[in-house]
């Protein structure tokens, strides 16, 4: 099962890198900017060995904090701050202890302080540090935190999302082979041998090719329309001359990428309610173009809509064959699809006139990979030419232009 591609963030790939560039990088930085200061008012340069001492000692005590705090960081938040704070409190007394025993040394003479002036005026400087460092220290870890559980979370919807589409996937073939099968039954009985032998050879070349592509995955509208051109020719042996196709497509529209078997239940859907139920049948046409950024694709049907009666046909094969049941994942399978494969980045939209005819409308973003275009289409169309077999008119192959096939 497929997921997202995600990978971290490049300065943190290698935390313990992280860690000690952060550590030189931060401590070096306290020392210049002390150092410049002290040159800035004057001091002498030995003074520079005070400072050094000062910042070696930090970054040691800073160290040791790690440790602690990685101990603390994964306990409750009650223990976590009251023994920070601790441990805080702690480095911070050993940092102004040696800060005072060492400025004892270097002003020895010059200065009369007790230890205990020196030690509560320099106290400053290492809460000031060390407090800083160990904000800095649970911010990013609380950063890095938040950020395993983003890529987390996004693994586990991107999981959900495919498995969601190979659910809605899957629904397809059963949908059709039940329709599909019910004809060659019907066939059967008909004692129609030859018809029925044609179509499974023709259904099997169907699954074969439909079933090569992963849930969720994406081919271009070429290949698409490969596979409706297979899908039809089963279709065409159960309603003959009732069913009229013609796709009307841009070169462009051509090498757009959409889920796979997308299109397939909006023509069957077409041809349950529009070419059945009438016994002159009914047209299909599948229309798209690119408009800026958008591929917009549309499904039209001569049939009696959805304000009016339904006809019962008089075809022979349509009369003989079982009742079939709607399964229901015909329009609601695509609206489904789409907003798994786009989230609100699409429209889905369906529409009919009381006069009659009914026609769907998806616009979603126009994406193409031209270069795996020309060998995909390629394979396609030879698997198809594979398993043609003598049998009713089949429409126009793949072609250029706008109207590359058509049975009127």
Known sequence: MSVLPIKSSPFFANKNRAFWNLQLAGWGGAFLLRAMSAMANGQPWDLLAVILITTITGFSISLILSAVYR??????????????????????????????????????GSR????????????YIPLTMLGGWSALYFAINYFLTMEQQSVRLE???????????????????????????????????????EPANAMLTRLSAFLRHTLVSEPGSQVTLAQEVETLQLYLDIERMRFEERLRTQFEIDDRAMHARLPAMLLQPLIENAIKYAVSPQEEGAKITLSARVVGKRLRISVEDT???????????????????PRTVSTGVGLANIRNRLTQAYGEDHRF???????????????????????????????????????????????????TGQTIGSNA
């Open 71 to 108: 101990q603390l960081i994964n306990h409750r938040p009650i223990v976590t701050w009251g023994l920070t704070a601790l441990a805080l409190l702690v480095a911070v007394i050993v940092h102004s202890t040696i800060d005072s025993w060492v400025q004892g040394i270097y002003y020895a």
């Open 112 to 123: 009369e302080t007790t230890f205990a002036q020196r030690f509560i005026g320099l106290s």
């Open 155 to 193: 693994r586990l919807e991107a999981q959900a999302t495919s498995a969601q589409l190979a659910m809605l996937r899957y629904q397809l073939n059963p949908h059709f082979l039940f329709n599909t099968l019910n004809s060659v039954s019907t066939l059967v009985l008909l004692k129609q041998t």
């Open 303 to 321: 049939g009696p809509g959805m304000h009016k009666p339904k006809q019962r046909s008089a075809n022979l094969m349509s009369s003989m064959r």
């Open 349 to 399: 939209e369906t529409h009919s006139e009381p006069s009659g005819g009914f026609s769907v409308f998806i616009e979603i973003p126009y994406e193409t990979d031209v270069e795996e275009l020309a060998d995909s289409t390629a394979a396609t169309a030879a698997d198809a030419s594979a398993a043609q077999i003598p049998g009713p008119a089949t429409p126009t192959p793949l072609g």
